[in-house]
């Protein structure tokens, strides 16, 4: 899932991401809710008809960035009281607050209000960091169900309806995601999602994190690992049985010159590519590849133009698109090869 942090997938115009086949996109409730309110884009029909993205959409429950940007923030049972990155403004939000600023927004997955763990955190902390994580998980799917005829576009006679995810936390004791991957099932949310990782811990244990929660998750639905990762990281994640992921990194490392292509990472500000006429991925058959040239990516980067992070970014989402694209295609094949020797 592409990532459009504030109703925009940035650099990228949605008419551009359809054509890249992208399916679904992530907004981020604590940045939506700031600006420009989710009762504006309630009022407007939800996000969906705001942003124009009649597409299927998620939105994250703004835990991770009242944690992440916030260093005056206060934990209580209860909630997190913050201030606002823009403008200094005191906030409270609880998982109730939560789950009603998603349904205003409407999106199509909302996820449950979750305390993100950082990393490194020793054993007791993690366990008190998990009681708010499987108490909140609990308020924010009662709120859920008994709301979420308020989403936008609700109408009882379509069968269409937002769902919520829980989301397994437990730092890196593989105990602890079991103990809430198994509460969280009890509940039984619509989907499930794996989060506080990516947070700075070595990949060794992100892959062992994620091995070891998928068995107690449900495989007859989606099974989501927040905020991940490298091409290949992806692609061996979807091949362990994890269906959706959410990673700012091609975008963000689109506009920062950083391309992803079949032979490598290739930083495009690198004086070598200042007259190389090739394509920025040989392999690649985007609209980016099939028509400019490496020269022309690293001119436009040089020269700080605006075009310089729409072009890089399609290509590496072309290219993380791309790999999703071919893994479903190959576990499509094995389980039809699978359905055939049966
Ligand atoms: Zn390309």
Redesign the pocket.
Known sequence: MPVGTQGTVKAVPQDTLESLGAEIILGNTYHLYLRPGHEAIRRMGGLHKFISWPHALLTDSGGFQVFSLNELRKVTDDGVRFRSHLDGSSHFFTPEHSIDVQIALGADICMAFDECTEYPADRHRTEESLRLTIAWARRSLDHFRANTHAVPWFNPKVCRTQCCFGIVQGGMYTDLRRQCAERLVEMDFDGYAIGGLSVGEPRELTLEMIAETLPFLPKDKPRYVMGVGYPDEIEQYARMGVDMMDCVLPTRAARHGLLF?SEGRLNIKNKQYAEDQN???PA???I??RRYSRAYLRHLMQSSEALSGTLNS??NL??YLGIMRRVRTSLEAESSTLRTTN
């Open positions: 292509t394509p920025p991925d690649c058959d985007c980016v590849c399609i290509h072309a290219f």
